[in-house]
């Protein structure tokens, strides 16, 4: 946490009674950023004073704890606010003049972006201390993407120009959602793509793990059974459809297949898992993934990103970082100040 080495003996309202403010207090007592906090002060160095490093840190996190979508806003707040100026560590006795100027900021922005690495390991460190306090937490691990939307000018324009210009974002591009990527063979996949499995001329799977025998006369695409995990031959199983379920083959005869076809994992790790994905068990767990939604929707919603104002990939990368430290700082202080029923909350005081 980035304390205030000395109180005001002068102030204009008690911190005793913080009420909403109890949420920023959390996050700044139980994030992990001194490391953070006396890089920056090393970086400033001799330089001027007017905005101590620590107050101007806490008023940013304060900025993701309460949903401010822009510096302007943030600044309004703490104009108006006295309390969460103190409470940030600016000089109650300045009054509005410590409220650093939107320069100030950029300023500031531009050196923790220059931290980023400081910021990733205070994420780190988050996880690891919620470990301790949640012994299960990692048993199930899901990835997800997350596209942002930004502001920016054409590509045309911005060739053209061949400036860097920050009030617009030259990392941003055209996006489309598309399933892709290259095997460990070497070979490219797509989405809606089938690939034969090796060793079977007329047996295919799909992105999403689904088998399929082709039957030699008709050409006609059948499901094969899951016929389960074999762990000794670190295999994926798979039965006939025709012996299985009795289904008509018209090609029977032709098909090298047999009764049974046995898929080593290593023939697409990322597709097969001794948890087949056709099985029923997968889609139960796979229905966990609707926790990481949540996390995107925070970041959208609660955090603002879906109505932004943050130009560039480093500084989008370093603003959601921030905003997961914030999010699991809240959780641990939660727990720690015995209210794990509200561990998920980022609105409730504590």
Not at 135 to 159: M, Q, T, W
Not at 285 to 300: A, H, I, P, Q
Request: glycine content about 8%.
């Amino acid at each position: 946490m980035a304390t205030i080495q000395q109180k005001q003996l002068f102030v204009c309202s008690d911190l005793e009674n913080l009420g909403d403010l109890e949420r920023l207090k959390l996050a700044i007592d139980y994030l992990p950023d001194e490391e953070l906090v006396l890089s920056l002060e090393k970086q400033r160095d001799k330089g001027r004073d007017k905005y101590p490093v620590r107050a101007v840190w806490n008023s940013i996190i304060a900025g993701v704890v309460y949903e401010h979508v822009s510096i302007e806003s943030l600044r309004r707040e703490l104009l108006r606010n006295a309390q969460l100026r103190q409470l940030c560590g600016f000089d109650v006795l300045s009054g509005i003049e410590s409220v650093p100027t939107k320069w100030a900021y950029s300023r500031f922005l531009r050196n923790l972006m220059k931290n980023s690495n400081i910021i990733e390991k205070m994420f780190n460190t988050l996880i690891d201390n919620l470990k301790e306090l949640l012994p299960d937490l990692g048993e199930y691990l899901v990835f997800d993407g997350k596209g942002i939307d930004s502001l920016a000018n054409g590509r045309k324009k911005r060739d053209i120009l061949k400036t860097q210009d920050n009030r617009s974002d030259s990392d941003a591009d055209w996006g489309v959602k598309k399933y892709r990527g290259r095997s460990s063979d070497g070979s490219l996949w797509e989405k809606d793509e089938t690939k034969v499995i090796t060793g079977f001329w007329n047996a295919v799977y799909n992105y999403k793990g689904d088998i399929f025998c082709v039957c030699p006369k008709t050409g006609n695409m059948r499901n094969m059974a899951f016929g389960g995990f074999e762990k000794k031959r670190g295999c994926l199983k798979y039965r006939c459809p025709a012996v299985h379920y009795g289904i008509e083959c018209k090609g029977k005869h032709l098909c090298d297949l047999g009764k049974s076809i046995r898929i080593p994992l290593s023939e697409n790790r990322r597709i097969f898992t001794p948890l087949s994905r056709s099985s029923y068990k997968w889609k139960n767990v796979y229905k966990m993934r609707t926790s990481v939604e949540r996390v995107n929707s925070r970041l959208d919603v609660s955090f603002g990103f879906e109505n932004h104002f943050i130009r560039g990939l480093q500084k989008m990368k370093v603003k959601c970082g921030i905003a997961l430290c914030v999010m699991l700082s809240m959780a641990i202080g939660r727990i720690k100040e015995k209210r794990k029923d509200l561990m998920r909350s980022l609105v409730q005081s504590a």
